[in-house]
T-cell receptor, first 113, second 112 residues
Framework: DQQVKQNSPSLSVQEGRISILNCDYTNSMFDYFLWYKKYPAEGPTFLIS?????DKNEDGRFTVFLNKSAKHLSLHIVPSQPGDSAVYFCAASEDTNAGKSTFGDGTTLTVKP | SQTIHQWPATLVQPVGSPLSLECTVE??????LYWYRQAAGRGLQLLFY??????ISSEVPQNLSASRPQDRQFILSSKKLLLSDSGFYLC???????????FGNGTRLTVT
């Protein structure tokens, strides 16, 4: 049973528009959520996180929204840039150890110029 | 600043051969250390984590083992590789509590 799901394997967006990546989870014990970005042949890099006590966290062009009742979070990128093209992983953790994260399968974002 | 080194970048090994992947972290002390594996088209699966020297926790039963002989060194090993051990192996570190993972660039292991 996959506890973190990213139901869209891929997403294509025009440069300058908004990219919305979605993530659902099933474990109600998850209390910390993170997004990572991964380029080919590299390790993932941390992008943004949110604690379960918040419903929104913003960092520049990136905003993460958390809906605990729906067990759903989303990453908004606006405006999208070609350099944002990468695989985005949603991750969730419990017991305050964000290193022990459960990852989704990733969404490949393509931003077209 | 902190850096993490992981090598080799790619590795092709025959079935039944041993494995040793090494990871070192610089610029921080007493980090939490992790080994993750990514299967093709899938997310990352936590294999091992360590909160200190000699302290290893295994998350999934498998053909692999991990060791932490020094504070900033983490080693992934196998005595006899299986075909199913093929994958992309990532070492990572984090600070305790709610702190994100910092990954190395990974090792692409192909067992033939």
């Amino acid at each position: 049973d996959q506890q973190v799901k990213q139901n869209s394997p891929s997403l294509s967006v025009q440069e300058g528009r908004i990219s919305i990546l979605n993530c659902d989870y099933t474990n109600s014990m998850f209390d910390y959520f993170l997004w990572y970005k991964k380029y080919p042949a590299e390790g993932p890099t941390f992008l943004i996180s949110i604690s379960s006590i918040k419903d929104k966290n913003e960092d520049g062009r990136f905003t993460v929204f958390l809906n605990k009742s729906a067990k759903h979070l989303s990453l908004h990128i606006v405006p999208s840039q070609p350099g944002d093209s990468a695989v985005y992983f949603c991750a969730a953790s419990e017991d305050t150890n964000a290193g022990k994260s459960t990852f989704g399968d990733g969404t490949t974002l393509t931003v077209k110029p | 600043s902190q850096t993490i080194h992981q090598w080799p970048a790619t590795l092709v090994q025959p079935v039944g051969s041993p494995l040793s992947l090494e990871c070192t972290v610089e610029g921080t002390s007493n980090p939490n250390l992790y080994w993750y594996r990514q299967a093709a088209g899938r997310g990352l699966q936590l294999l091992f984590y360590s909160v200190g020297i000699g302290q290893i926790s295994s998350e999934v039963p498998q053909n692999l083992s991990a060791s932490r002989p020094q504070d900033r060194q983490f080693i992934l090993s196998s005595k006899k590789l299986l075909l199913s051990d093929s994958g992309f192996y990532l070492c990572a570190w984090s600070r305790p509590r709610n702190s994100p993972l910092h990954f190395g660039n990974g090792t692409r292991l192909t067992v033939t």
